[in-house]
């Protein structure tokens, strides 16, 4: 479908329907759906290939025509559920470690550049724009796949994830993650789109296919080290007292790439922020017998209470050793 004003200040979310479905009949390749889309500010056609393999695929096209202007026009949308993981737990609020659908957006840029950004539960609608032209792929991930870190039945460790993997020339514009505060796991969160730099004004048309992936994993994975967590705490160190307005964050890093390091050698961490300044930054190996698993460890200081854009990735010398950590850092 398509997401038209979501959480958008000032505008009413529109909601249109599939009105029409016809369901071909099973073929070698799968089964096809063509369906309209009908809506007071949109018409558009659909044609859905579903196949089984290696999870489930979808190829969709679709042709979409306004009838009205919108201020966030999102194609291919995703949403998800993110109440809580192990990266900040201020109270006991449930007996669950973790509770999550998806814990991360994952994105493959058009320039090759592999972003990983932990998901957030914050107190108000948050929405984060990541610009790109023609990107190689986006989705929301499920990566902890640890039973002991959920223990439910419901079974958050076997949920799945969704990628988008774009076809044919999707141009400029951004992925924009939506983040809505939520108190419970009943409510659908996290809204991810694809937003055209096009205007989605009255008249305008826009023409898009993609394949959709629904597996555990990324389908085409990097052979960059991945980011497995995010911990929050307090800053300062043990035994002093621990000063206002600084953060600990323990970031772990997890593949090949760290597991090739030669002995005595550790990863350098790069870092950056929006504002604020950073201290006690260090990297270690993380003692699991799992080869490749390190940790980049850093107090930030930062003033007010608006959020602080951040960003890290680890090399050696002149090699990047992982993908790149974004997040979007709350002040207490």
């Excluded at 018409?43 to 979808?58: D, E, I, N, P, S």
């Excluded at 039973?147 to 460790?157: A, E, G, I, K, P």
């Excluded at 043990?238 to 760290?258: A, D, I, T």
């Excluded at 504002?275 to 490749?292: I, K, L, M």
Aim: proline share 8%; aromatic share 12%; charged share 25%.
């Amino acid at each position: 479908g398509v997401a038209l004003d979501t959480w958008q200040a000032g505008s009413n979310e529109e909601f249109p329907d599939f009105t029409e479905i016809y369901i071909g009949p099973e073929t070698a390749d799968g089964v096809v759906l063509h369906a309209l889309l009908e809506g007071p500010s949109i018409v558009g056609a659909y044609r859905f290939l579903m196949t089984r393999g290696k999870g489930v695929v979808m190829d969709i096209d679709c042709s979409l025509h306004l009838r009205g202007a919108f201020t966030r026009f999102g194609v291919a949308p995703l949403t998800s559920m993110f109440w809580f993981s192990e990266t900040i737990k201020p109270t006991a609020i449930d007996w669950r470690p973790e509770v999550h659908d998806s814990d991360g957006l994952s994105m493959w840029t058009g320039a090759g550049e592999r972003l990983w950004r932990p998901l957030n539960n914050p107190n108000r609608v948050m929405a984060s724009a990541f610009g790109d032209n023609n990107p190689k792929g986006f989705g929301l991930m499920q990566r902890d796949r640890n039973y002991d870190h959920y223990l439910d039945n419901v079974f958050y460790d076997r949920r799945p994830s969704v990628w988008i993997e774009p076809k044919g020339d999707w141009g400029k514009g951004a992925i924009q993650l939506i983040e809505i505060p939520t108190d419970d796991e009943i409510h659908d969160n996290i809204v991810v789109i694809w937003a055209p730099e096009k205007p989605a004004v009255p008249g305008a048309s826009f023409e898009y296919s993609y394949r959709l992936h629904w597996l555990a994993d990324e389908p085409y994975p990097t052979k960059l080290a991945r980011c497995v967590a995010t911990r929050l705490g307090n800053g300062g160190q043990p035994g002093r007292p621990r000063p206002k307005g600084v953060r600990k964050f323990m970031v772990e890093f997890l593949g090949e790439p760290l597991a090739k390091l030669p002995f005595g050698v550790k990863p350098e961490p790069v870092l950056w922020a929006s504002r604020g300044t950073f201290s006690y930054v260090f990297t270690e190996a993380v003692f699991d017998n799992v080869p490749g698993h390190w940790r980049a460890q850093f107090d930030l200081t930062v003033e007010g209470s608006e959020p602080v854009e951040m960003r890290l990735f680890l090399k050696n010398g002149d090699d990047v050793l992982t993908e790149n950590w974004l997040y979007q850092y709350h002040p207490l």
